[in-house]
Nanobody, 115 residues
């Protein structure tokens, strides 16, 4: 079993920045993929960004050039740097880890962007 704990969410004005962290209870070195997803009220959960074990990243079109995903295997942590935030980015952000065919989720952290 893997526990993922997100942190770093909060309230920020449009144009501001936040950095989310996702700390895993075990080594992420072997994780095939790690990612961030978000879910806004009344909407389905959607992919924000992913990063593979080799460091390759993928982003939703809506966040390209504004968000950056990174991983620190030594700290068992994945980050999401979010810049130029918009009210449309308001959501609960979830961390996801793919390991040996199983997928694990964190509890989420709320990000609210005011206009």
């Amino acid at each position: 079993q893997v526990q993922l704990v997100e942190s770093g969410g909060g309230l920020v004005q449009a144009g501001g920045s936040l950095r989310l962290s996702c700390a895993a209870s075990r080594s992420i070195f072997s994780a095939d993929i790690m990612g961030w997803y978000r879910q806004a009220p009344g909407k389905q959960r959607e992919l924000v960004a992913t990063i593979t074990s080799g460091g390759g990243s993928n982003y939703a079109d809506s966040v390209k050039s504004r968000f950056t995903i990174s991983r620190d295997n030594a700290k068992n942590t994945v980050y999401l740097q979010m810049n130029s935030l918009k009210p449309a980015d308001t959501a609960v952000y979830y961390c996801n880890m793919g390991l040996w065919g199983k997928y694990y989720w964190g509890q989420g952290t709320q990000v609210t962007v005011s206009s």
